[in-house]
């Protein structure tokens, strides 16, 4: 039976992590989903029970491929197999997301089918502030979206994905923004440049696991929470300005809200979606 929903979980050496999320969403959404995990480095002794396709170059087993280049890869591979047109939208997963003991992606991909240029859909956190705009309408469509859950409609992903040359360097994210800083926004900016919103909803939680990085990070050979966020910011900065010649993340932020806010000039009926 044909599955609607591709979902790809990035494992790097936490697979006890890893197979949790994956029989968790297996044991609630097999019907509706094919899983996929994609290792990024990982040691041959930390590889997920259900490892799908793993990166084992030297390069990749020193450093990692983190969410970009992770799912870069995952998703090249499915191209090349001849896979990516048997799905209708792609669920991108770190390992760290937890969800509820229930089933979820069905009502995720029906909000997304339901909206013809919803392209991207991203459950709520409950620490999030979002929550509160989210209270009246389950659905909002927003300009800034950080998540490592992000439910992705498949046209959206041909419009936007480079053609020309993909690969983990450079299929739907740019893998040369090693660690992603802004990196949800300029995938939001080319979704708003080629007219599908991106959205969060309500009608599913999700939350991100912290507390792995922050006792793990010597296992999964990441540098530790304090030294990972001060490359984090170091090298996105010198990223963002070599591409966009931004001086400051709010210079990212105002560019990908000048690009909302002309989607709704173009489609005046969906500003009910509007923040």
Same mark, same amino acid.
Request: with cysteine.
């Given at each position: *039976?044909?599955?609607? /929903?591709?979902?790809?979980?990035?494992?790097?050496?936490?697979?006890?992590?890893?197979?949790?999320?994956?029989?968790? +969403?297996?044991?609630?959404?097999?019907?509706?989903?094919?899983?996929?995990?994609?290792?990024?480095?990982?040691?041959?002794?930390?590889?997920? #029970?259900?490892?799908?396709?793993?990166?084992?170059?030297?390069?990749?087993? !020193?450093?990692?491929?983190?969410?970009?280049?992770?799912?870069?890869?995952?998703?090249?591979?499915?191209? %090349?197999?001849?896979?990516?047109?048997?799905?209708?939208?792609?669920?991108?997963?770190?390992?760290?997301?937890?969800?509820?003991?229930?089933?979820?992606?069905?009502?995720? $991909?029906?909000?997304?089918?339901?909206?013809?240029?919803?392209?991207?859909?991203?459950?709520?956190?409950?620490?999030?502030?979002?929550?509160?705009?989210?209270? #009246?309408?389950?659905?909002?469509?927003?300009? =800034? +979206?950080?998540?490592?859950?992000?439910?992705?409609?498949?046209?959206?992903?041909?419009?936007? $994905?480079?053609?020309?040359?993909?690969?983990?360097?450079?299929?739907?994210?740019?893998?040369?923004?090693?660690? @992603?800083?802004?990196?949800?926004?300029?995938?939001?900016? #080319?979704?708003?440049?080629?007219?599908?919103?991106?959205?969060?909803?309500?009608?599913?939680?999700?939350?991100?696991?912290?507390?792995?990085?922050?006792?793990?990070?010597?296992?999964?050979?990441?540098?530790?929470?304090?030294?990972?966020?001060?490359?984090? /910011?170091?090298? @996105?900065?010198?990223? *963002?300005?070599?591409?966009?010649?931004?001086?400051?993340?709010?210079? *990212?932020? *105002? $560019?990908?809200?000048?690009? $909302?806010? !002309? =989607?709704?000039?173009?489609?005046?009926?969906?500003?009910?979606? %509007?923040?």
């Amino acid at each position: *039976m044909k599955k609607s /929903v591709c979902t790809i979980i990035l494992n790097r050496n936490l697979p006890e992590v890893t197979d949790k999320l994956y029989e968790n +969403i297996y044991k609630h959404n097999k019907d509706f989903t094919d899983i996929f995990v994609v290792e990024g480095g990982s040691d041959k002794d930390n590889l997920s #029970k259900y490892t799908t396709w793993h990166a084992d170059w030297e390069e990749a087993k !020193k450093n990692g491929l983190r969410y970009s280049r992770g799912m870069n890869y995952a998703l090249d591979n499915l191209l %090349q197999e001849n896979k990516l047109k048997d799905y209708d939208a792609f669920l991108l997963l770190t390992n760290d997301t937890e969800f509820e003991e229930k089933p979820f992606i069905e009502d995720l $991909y029906n909000i997304l089918n339901k909206h013809k240029r919803l392209g991207i859909l991203s459950p709520c956190c409950p620490t999030w502030g979002e929550k509160y705009l989210l209270e #009246k309408n389950s659905l909002k469509f927003f300009w =800034f +979206i950080h998540s490592d859950a992000l439910l992705i409609k498949r046209e959206c992903i041909e419009e936007i $994905y480079n053609d020309t040359k993909p690969g983990f360097m450079n299929f739907l994210f740019d893998g040369s923004n090693f660690r @992603g800083y802004c990196s949800e926004s300029e995938l939001i900016a #080319k979704a708003y440049n080629n007219n599908w919103a991106a959205g969060i909803t309500s009608k599913v939680w999700s939350i991100e696991n912290e507390s792995h990085l922050i006792n793990k990070h010597e296992l999964i050979k990441t540098e530790s929470v304090e030294e990972n966020l001060k490359l984090y /910011v170091e090298e @996105g900065f010198k990223w *963002m300005n070599q591409k966009y010649g931004f001086k400051s993340k709010w210079s *990212m932020h *105002m $560019y990908v809200k000048t690009l $909302y806010d !002309k =989607f709704f000039i173009n489609y005046p009926e969906l500003k009910k979606y %509007q923040i």
